[in-house]
């Protein structure tokens, strides 16, 4: 087969997969009407239609899903062999690309990995943030940040921080105004600061356990948001009460700017852990990025 037409093939795949023209000459680096004209080329010389378009969306038709299901995973296998070809250099090199949350990455993620990439100048790292469960295995990237007690049983988990609890937290002049929470109930009484879940779309219940005996909190209040740093800013501000993992919180909370309560009722649990495909064959560049993130601290719960 022609060169020209591998080339078209890796546009339809990538087409495919992104959903969006747009969006894959972006990945792609070229233009959208050069990407149009090589998918438009395909399905002529294929004489059959690929890609059902619609002014928001593309989406394969039945023989486009035939051919993605034919030859999608082989230009994965072709980037693996090509990323695995960094052995033979002198220095590793290649592209990691990671989802995860915009606090890990600040504290742990950039802090770890910024020497790796003084230490190893062909390395590229591009992160995605993102407070939903993506999918890394169909959105392509080499790993995902989640906690622990959240990532598939098919994935292989690596520890990057220690063990945490939640955090129930207000701002002093909150608790000036309104008595604190004794327990878990008490929160029924209180504007509580909610947040939507990116996966089921409701608003999270908030859990609560101490010697044994587990509660579940509908709180309720006047703010709700989908992502955690506006809901810091919104206790900062003193507009409720907000349940965080700790780590977004410690700052205020060592500073006095948050009063934290229901302490005993927040038991610990497995902090951040990289995750990735247990199938996955890790380049010498990914391998470095694992053994960077690593957890060196005291054993998960």
Request: aromatic residues 6%; hydrophobic residues 40%.
């Amino acid at each position: 087969m022609a060169r020209r037409n591998l080339n078209d093939l890796l546009a339809f795949v990538t087409v495919a997969r992104e959903g969006s023209f747009t969006k894959a000459a972006g990945t792609l680096g070229v233009t959208q009407s050069a990407l149009s004209q090589a998918i438009r080329g395909l399905e002529e010389r294929l004489q059959i239609r690929l890609l059902t378009r619609t002014t928001r969306s593309v989406a394969p038709t039945s023989a486009g899903e035939r051919l993605m299901k034919a030859i999608g995973h082989r230009f994965d296998e072709i980037e693996a062999e090509l990323e695995a070809l960094t052995e033979l250099r002198d220095k590793p090199a290649g592209t990691v690309r990671i989802t995860c949350g915009d606090n890990i990455l600040h504290t742990v993620l950039l802090p770890k990995l910024m020497p790796l990439l003084r230490e190893y100048p062909d390395i590229k790292l591009e992160f995605d943030m993102n407070y939903g469960f993506r999918d890394i295995v169909a959105d392509r990237f080499d790993a995902g940040v989640r906690m622990g007690n959240t990532i598939d049983k098919d994935m292989i988990a690596v520890p990057i921080g220690p063990s945490l609890q939640m955090a129930v937290v207000a701002s002093p002049d909150y608790f000036a105004a309104h008595p604190a929470p004794k327990t878990p109930a008490d929160l029924t009484a209180h504007q509580c600061i909610n947040q939507r879940m990116p996966t089921s779309g409701g608003l999270y219940v908030w859990d609560f356990e101490r010697r044994g005996k587990q509660v579940n909190v509908r709180v309720d209040g006047p703010l709700i948001f989908n992502t955690a740093p506006p809901q810091v800013d919104a206790a900062l501000a003193g507009l409720g009460i907000a349940l965080l993992p700790e780590d977004e919180l410690m700052p205020h909370i060592e500073s006095g700017r948050l009063v934290r309560v229901l302490q005993d009722w927040c038991p610990k649990f497995a902090g951040y852990h990289l995750y990735y495909p247990s199938k996955r064959q890790p380049s010498p560049a990914f391998s470095l990025v694992v053994k960077a993130l690593r957890f060196s601290g005291p054993r998960q719960p």
